[in-house]
């Protein structure tokens, strides 16, 4: 009874999955149904301490002003940068912004009410030791690149810290930040993060080149992403969510764009959660997605990993340690070794979409359950009817979730 509750879930899920950017009102309605859905699966499943929600439960994941990819500049201020110089933004409005200097910040410091969109409409910085675009207060800052610009922003030092203020990123941000437009933005941080935010941040849309030494884009609460062409260079995570004061915070959500991300550690990472309703994935890490509660509804997955593919670990005290697939295209390519393609502290279930898998060593790994509901999975290039698990000293076997048979533990070997 139980894995039939979670098969017609996992259907209602796939029904209601939103793919791109929406508008707030749309966006939310279907994300929390999948959200509530998804929520008493894993309650069904026995799984209490936690669920799969996510940041689209939010009441303003995406809003309209969000989704814009243009700015309003009729009441647009013009700024140019200039070579050792601070340009202080203390008031809402809209800024474009443009020149190329060298030692520049752009320092917005408006009340905590305020909204504040700085168009960047060629822009080129470098900066030795400190942010280009460093937010300390505004109730939002949009970086809005223009359509057909290009625009580069660099730190090639050691960042200093702003007081109490640890800037480690090129582009640092205390308050929510939304990065969207139809030109293209560089990023390059030789010590540290390249886009970092305190709070939420959020991509709508344009084009970004990040080439960090640290995280490449971090959040504090919610990393949300429903558009945008991202190629990705990480010495450390790729994207990276966490909020060492919240375990319950640190979620990503995202329902759109073309990731190309190749980093040293995590490709996705987020403490709470990661929850992918569509996009297009090409991930070359050490490990390709990892959060406590991991759900993919739709979306492209590419994963080569060195260590594990998919990997829900206990990171979180307020979700349970679940992967839940209800939908899309995963394909992933294990290194040698002690390797898991995807791995559970918790248990595993797999209601849909088509998982290809190619593991020398462990295709799955979970310390509870695991339980195959729907979909397709090929492991090595042989089509599965149960998810196996895997054993110490190598090999596998047959796990406690099959289609045909689930009471069967089949010595199936993959």
Not at 66 to 74: C, G, M, R, T, V
Not at 78 to 83: E, K, P
Request: aromatic share 4%.
């Amino acid at each position: 009874m139980k894995r039939n509750t979670i098969a017609l879930l996992a259907a209602l899920i796939i029904s209601l999955t939103a793919a791109g950017c929406s508008s707030s009102e749309n966006s939310n309605s279907v994300t929390a149904v999948s959200n509530s859905a998804s929520a008493q699966a894993q309650a069904a499943a026995g799984n209490t301490a936690g669920s799969t929600t996510s940041a689209a439960d939010s009441s303003e994941l995406f809003t309209n002003r969000d989704l814009k990819q243009e700015a309003d500049l009729s009441e647009a201020k013009q700024l140019t940068v200039s070579d050792n110089s601070t340009i202080d933004i203390t008031e809402a409005g809209v800024y474009v912004i443009s020149g190329s200097a060298s030692n520049c910040t752009v320092k917005v410091n408006a009340s905590s009410e305020d909204k504040v969109q700085l168009v960047l409409d060629g822009v080129t910085v470098t900066n030795p030791d400190f942010p280009v675009i460093y937010v300390v207060s505004a109730d939002k800052c949009f970086i809005t690149t223009t359509e057909g610009s290009t625009n580069e922003l660099s730190v090639t030092g050691s960042f200093t810290a702003d007081g109490d203020t640890n800037t480690d990123a090129v582009i640092f941000s205390k308050d929510d930040l939304v990065l969207n437009g139809l030109g293209s933005l560089t990023v390059s941080s030789a010590s540290g993060n390249g886009i970092t935010g305190k709070d939420d941040v959020k991509f709508t849309g344009g084009t970004y080149t990040i080439v960090s030494a640290l995280d490449s884009i971090e959040a504090n609460d919610t990393l949300a992403v429903c558009g945008g062409d991202f190629t990705i260079t990480s010495s450390k995570d790729a994207l990276h969510c966490e909020n060492s004061d919240d375990s319950s915070q640190g979620v990503i959500y995202i329902s759109g764009g073309s990731f190309e991300i190749d980093s040293k550690s995590d490709g996705i990472q987020g403490t709470a959660s990661v929850t992918i309703d569509g996009g297009t994935f090409n991930i070359t890490a050490a490990e390709g997605i990892e959060a406590t509660a991991i759900t993919v509804n739709d979306g492209s997955i590419t994963i080569t990993a060195s260590d594990d593919g998919i990997n829900a670990a206990n990171k979180s005290t307020a979700y349970s340690p679940n992967v839940i697939i209800n939908g899309g295209s995963i394909n992933i390519s294990m290194g040698q070794g002690d390797t898991d393609a995807i791995d559970a502290n918790g248990s595993i279930y797999v209601n849909g979409g088509t998982i290809n898998i190619t593991a020398p060593t462990s295709s799955f790994d979970y310390d509870q359950t695991a339980e195959f509901n729907g979909g397709t999975i090929i492991i090595n290039g042989q089509e599965v009817s149960e998810i196996p698990q895997s054993m110490m000293g190598g090999g596998m076997r047959g796990g406690n979730g099959t289609r045909e048979d689930k009471r069967n533990n089949r010595g199936n070997w993959f």
